[in-house]
């Protein structure tokens, strides 16, 4: 008798291993919705090569490009074509989320429509300015802003509803401004803002923090906050939030990765705990920060319910702001 129950608890304990590990990746891909070199091929090679020092995956993982949309064409895809592949990921950024909050993905498809896995990383918006601004606290910026919105012109790299206008919108907004009265300039990329800014064409620049340690450093601009919901650590210590100066301008600018709709749990889970396997290995957290990106650990369902609470932000932002109805 103790034999045969010895049998089964090992039978037993066979099976549920098994089905522990039922999946294994085969081949697996990361799509980058974007040609090379931009910030999806970035997200995608935190991936690859923060998995493969970290000792995650044996099997090398692929980067594939597929630019259209700032992720649209990526998404579609997905659920058209491949909505039930575990192996392949396809990198997100909050411009893809912004987009979906707006409708822009399709009408059909939402924020539900994919399986949000795991994060890569995060920039925060940051709010600067000439070095020689006569402004040296949010505050002041803000006191001169509402005295006459017309004359400051803020700009930065993408057009109205973009990342970057949502920050200078949100901006506006904390500072009892309507943002439709904002004087925005829309610029090709971050660069062209900068000169811009430096020629004193624009006033204010709501920038990334991952951008700003070089022109900081050099003398031209100023950061009077950071949008993070709480302050940095680190080398960003030393500048305050806009949320610790009185003002509600928070936006973080996520990076991470996401899974067709109809990947089984199984598939789901086993990628969700090598993200977990990930973020406690100090190889993959340096292949994080030499990417100019914060550490921002979080994957499987604990993702999945933030990024759909994050579309829902954004998504009342652009109806508040005239984008959507």
């Given at each position: 008798m103790k034999a045969r129950i010895a049998t089964l608890l090992l039978a037993s304990g066979l099976t549920l291993a098994s089905a522990a590990h039922a999946f294994?990746?085969?081949?697996?891909?990361c799509i980058a919705p974007a040609k090379p070199g931009g910030g999806f091929d970035l997200t995608c090679r935190i991936l690859s090569t923060g998995f493969a020092k970290a000792g995650i995956?044996?099997?090398p993982m692929a980067v594939t490009f597929m630019p259209g949309g700032v992720g649209a064409v990526a998404y579609n895809y997905i659920n058209a074509t491949n909505p039930d592949d575990p192996n392949k990921l396809v990198a997100f950024s909050s411009g893809s989320l912004l987009n979906i909050a707006q409708g822009k993905f399709g009408r059909n498809l939402d924020e539900n429509d994919a399986r949000w896995v795991g994060t890569a990383g995060v920039d925060y918006g940051a709010i600067m300015v000439r070095a020689d601004a006569p402004w040296n606290t949010l505050g002041e910026l803000v006191d001169a802003i509402k005295k006459d919105p017309s004359k400051?012109?803020?700009g930065a790299g993408g057009g109205v509803g973009s990342q970057d206008w949502m920050k200078a919108a949100i901006l506006m907004k904390s500072s009892g401004v309507d943002p439709k009265k904002m004087r925005?300039?829309?610029y090709e990329g971050g660069g062209e803002?900068?000169?811009a800014l430096l020629g004193g064409h624009i006033k204010v620049y709501p920038g990334d923090v991952g951008e700003m340690k070089?022109?900081?450093e050099s003398g031209k601009v100023k950061v009077l906050a950071i949008m993070?919901?709480?302050r940095l650590k680190g080398e960003f210590s030393n500048y305050p939030t806009a949320i610790e100066q009185g003002y509600d301008a928070e936006w973080t600018i996520i990076r991470g990765y996401y899974?067709?709709?109809k990947v089984s749990d199984e598939a789901y889970n086993y990628w969700s705990d090598q993200f977990q396997k990930a973020y406690n290995d100090p190889a993959f957290e340096k292949t994080v920060v030499d990417q100019n990106l914060v550490p921002f650990n979080m994957s499987g369902k604990t993702l999945d319910s933030y990024i759909k609470e994050r579309v829902g932000y954004m998504r009342g932002l652009a109806k508040e702001a005239g984008l959507i109805n």
């Open positions: 294994e990746p085969n081949k697996p891909s995956t044996k099997i400051f012109v803020l925005y300039v829309a803002a900068l000169a070089g022109l900081v993070s919901p709480e899974l067709g709709p």
